[in-house]
């Protein structure tokens, strides 16, 4: 099956970027995905790149994608503090037919 | 209508209480999820539902009862439950299976 690892912490100055790194496990996966998790609530899909891309670019958002490395990185531009939040990476897992998360990469925007 | 909508927000129980979770969504999505997530860990996929049949059951265990009585709603029917079931539940749809999914805000569950 799919696994999805990413790092645990991330610290920024606000105003800088922020690159969150993800990397999985299961060539196949078709989709993707970033989300945003703020204290106590849900997740917030943020976007998603399809496997036969490289980049995706919406708005502040960019979504790289290394299929061979199997590596997927967000890179968040002009960081602010309400970007403080739990960042998941998910991988569609094509055999289950269902979504495998990393274990969250939590970044903190310092003023 | 595009956000699914979660009650309760919270929600405490006994261990011998019988409670339900309901989930619903109005945008014609045809795939719904149930995942359960504890503090500082990602979701954990419990059930899914394709075209109102129960697709995936990840081995949950039988205290935890899924339903979806329609394209548009989804329930959780809870018993005899455990304190280390206390987590936030979290409900999610999808157009299809394998298409992009959007999350509730989720119930809190306490269980003492």
């Known amino acids: 099956g799919e696994d999805v690892e990413q790092s645990l912490f991330l610290s920024v100055r606000e105003g800088d970027s922020s690159v969150i790194n993800c990397t999985y496990t299961d060539s196949s996966s078709t989709y993707l995905y970033w989300y945003k998790q703020e204290p106590g609530a849900g997740l917030q899909l943020l976007t998603y790149i399809f496997s036969n891309m490289d980049m995706k670019q919406d708005q502040r958002l960019t979504v790289l994608l290394n299929k061979k490395d199997k590596h997927l990185s967000l890179r968040i531009a002009d960081t602010q503090t309400g970007d403080s939040a739990i960042y998941f990476c998910?991988?569609?897992?094509?055999?289950?037919?269902?979504?495998?998360f990393g274990s969250g990469t939590r970044l903190q925007v310092q003023p | 209508d595009t956000e699914v909508t979660q009650t309760p927000k919270h929600l405490v129980m006994g261990m011998t209480n019988k409670k339900s979770l309901k989930c619903e969504q109005h945008?014609?999505?045809?795939?719904m999820y149930w995942y359960k997530q504890k503090a500082k860990k990602p979701p954990e996929l419990m059930f899914v539902y394709s075209y109102e049949k129960l697709s995936i059951n990840e081995s949950v265990p039988s205290r935890f009862s899924p339903e979806c009585p329609n394209s548009s709603l989804l329930n959780l029917h809870l018993h005899a439950l455990q304190p280390e079931d206390s987590a936030l539940y979290l409900c999610a749809s999808s157009l299809l299976l394998e298409d992009e999914q959007f999350f509730g805000p989720g119930t809190r569950l306490t269980v003492l």
């Open positions: 998910a991988a569609m897992d094509t055999g289950r037919r269902a979504l495998t």
């Open positions: 945008m014609g999505h045809r795939a």
